[in-house]
């Protein structure tokens, strides 16, 4: 039973353009969501977080909206670089969790 | 400075053998985790101590013994190795209650069972 879902196991975007991850879940009792980005052969590495009491986070080139009633969530990267290229995981944990529970991810492409 | 650091990073091993991965952060963290990453990529805790304490036990074959000599070491330890352990394993830390679930992950170590 998948509680954190990523529909797109890989997307492609040109350099420069704007890299759009979605992410789902099913749990109302998650108040709190992350995302990591992981290269080949690493560890994924925590990128940006936002709580339920916000719809949205920035940080530099990376945007975390936050829709609670659809239960949705995604990360724009803007501009996208080659650079960016890796798995992004969607996860989410909360209060009432002892636990991170990450989604399967979604492996980006930004192509030169 | 390598935050979290496992080893081995490679560990091939035969059916039936006893192997260890040891794990180590140098962030003050309490809390630590193990995770393992399967064929199909999902990241699936397993074990997480708090202070040498045992506070998540997935379900996991108890073939998979953790061990936490202190808060600063949590080591995976798997007797009777099985085709299907294969797998990538991390090691993550955090510092939970504070209101902050960012996880630090280690490098992982990819264990191949032939």
């Known amino acids: 039973d998948q509680q954190v879902k990523q529909n797109s196991p890989s997307l492609s975007v040109q350099e420069g353009r704007i890299s759009i991850l979605n992410c789902d879940y099913t749990?109302?009792?998650?108040?709190?969501f992350l995302w990591y980005k992981k290269y080949p052969a690493e560890g994924p590495t925590f990128l940006i977080s936002?709580?339920?009491?916000?719809d949205k986070n920035e940080d530099g080139r990376f945007t975390v909206f936050l829709n609670k009633s659809a239960k949705h969530l995604s990360l724009h990267i803007v501009p996208s670089q080659p650079g960016d290229s890796a798995v992004y995981f969607c996860?989410?944990?909360?209060?009432?969790?002892?636990?991170?529970?990450f989604g399967p991810g979604t492996s980006l492409s930004v192509i030169p | 400075d390598t935050a979290v650091s496992q080893t081995p990073k490679y560990l091939v091993t035969q059916m039936g053998n006893d192997k260890s991965i040891k794990c180590e952060q140098n962030?003050?963290?309490?809390?630590m985790y193990w995770y393992k990453q399967d064929s199909k990529k999902f990241l699936k805790i397993m074990f997480s101590y708090n202070n040498k304490e045992l506070i998540i036990n997935e379900t996991v074959p108890n073939r998979f013994s953790p061990k936490s000599p202190d808060k600063a070491h949590l080591n995976l330890h798997i007797n009777s190795l099985e085709l299907g352990d294969s797998a990538v394993y991390f090691c993550?830390?955090?510092?939970?209650?504070?209101?902050?679930?960012?996880?630090?992950f280690g490098p992982g170590t990819r264990l191949t069972v032939t």
């Open positions: 962030l003050g963290h309490d809390t």
């Open positions: 936002i709580s339920s009491i916000k």
């Open positions: 993550a830390s955090s510092q939970p209650g504070t209101g902050i679930y960012e996880q630090y």
């Open positions: 996860a989410a944990s909360g209060t009432s969790y002892d636990k991170v529970i």
């Open positions: 749990n109302s009792m998650f108040d709190y």
